[in-house]
C-alpha cells in the first residue's frame, strides 16, 4: 500500500511540474511573438505589461498549485499513515467498549497478579451489593465506614488497575473508562450517603445513593465480563 501511495506522489509532482514547464515556456513564446509585434505597434508599452502581468499571474498560479500538490503529498505519506493510528498519535485509535471484543495479554492474564485483582473485583462487587441490600431493610443504615474501609478509592484503584494488566492496550482504554466511572460513583457516594446527628437521611438522598450504588455495581460487572470464561 505504501508503495502504491509513494508512486502515486511521484506521479502527481511529475505531471505537475511537466504543466509548470509547458505553461512556462507557453507564456515565454507568448512574450517573444507579442514583443516583435510590439516593435512595429503604437501601443508596445501597453501590450508589453499585459504580458507581463498575465506572466506574472500564471507564475503566481502554478506556485500555489505546486505548493498545494506538496502539501497534499507530505499529509499523504506513509509517516503521516502511520500517526494516524499507533501510538496514540492522530485523531484515530481502537477502544474496546464491547467484553466480546476483548483481547487479553497473553504474558500476564493468567498470572497470580491478575488473579488476585479479579477477586478483588467480585469482592468489591458483592461489597456494593451488600451497601444496597442494607439500605434496602433500613433507609437510615450507616455505610459510611463500610465505604471508607472496603471502597476507599485507593483501594479500588490499586485493585482494578492490578486486573485489568490481563488486558491489551486496546481493551484497557474501554475498561479504563469504567475504572474512572467506578471511582467516581464512590466519591459521590462518600458525600451522599453521609448521615448527619439528628438528621434522618431523605427519601430523595435515599433513591439518590441506591443509584450510585446501582451504577458502581453495573460498572464492576462490566469489568468482570472482560475477563475470559
Known amino acids: 500500500a505504501f508503495k502504491l501511495l509513494n508512486s502515486f506522489v511521484r506521479s502527481m509532482l511529475s505531471n505537475t511540474i511537466l504543466v509548470a514547464s509547458l505553461f512556462f515556456g507557453c507564456a515565454a513564446g507568448f512574450s517573444f511573438s507579442s514583443t ?11 501590450s508589453d505589461n ?6 506574472r499571474y500564471g ?4 506556485s500555489g498549485l505546486l505548493t498545494l500538490l506538496t502539501a497534499g503529498a507530505i499529509s499523504a505519506s506513509p509517516m503521516n499513515v502511520n500517526a494516524a493510528n499507533y501510538g496514540g498519535f492522530g485523531s484515530s485509535y481502537s477502544e474496546v467498549l464491547d467484553p466480546k471484543g476483548a483481547v487479553v495479554n497473553e504474558e500476564t492474564y493468567k498470572s497470580d497478579s491478575v488473579k488476585a485483582g479479579l477477586n478483588g473485583l467480585i469482592g468489591l462487587t458483592k461489597t456494593v451489593g451488600s451497601l444496597k441490600e442494607a439500605l434496602g431493610k433500613d433507609s437510615q443504615a450507616d455505610i459510611s465506614s463500610t465505604l471508607q474501609s472496603d471502597l476507599s478509592p485507593g483501594k479500588i484503584r490499586s485493585i482494578l488497575n ?3 494488566t490481563a488486558f491489551s492496550e486496546d481493551t484497557q482504554r474501554g475498561t479504563d473508562r469504567l475504572i474512572r466511572n467506578v471511582i467516581q460513583d464512590v466519591n459521590e457516594l462518600s458525600r451522599e450517603a453521609s448521615l448527619k446527628p ?3 437521611r431523605s427519601t430523595a438522598r435515599v433513591t439518590a445513593t441506591v443509584k450510585r450504588l446501582t451504577a458502581a455495581e453495573d460498572a464492576l460487572k462490566d469489568l468482570a465480563a472482560f475477563y475470559p470464561k
Do not use: E, F, W
Open 36 to 46: 516583435r509585434r510590439i516593435a512595429s505597434s503604437s501601443l508596445c508599452m501597453n
Open 59 to 62: 507564475k503566481r498560479t502554478m
Open 50 to 55: 499585459n504580458q507581463m502581468d498575465v506572466y
Open 162 to 164: 492490578q486486573y485489568n
Open 198 to 200: 439528628g438528621k434522618p
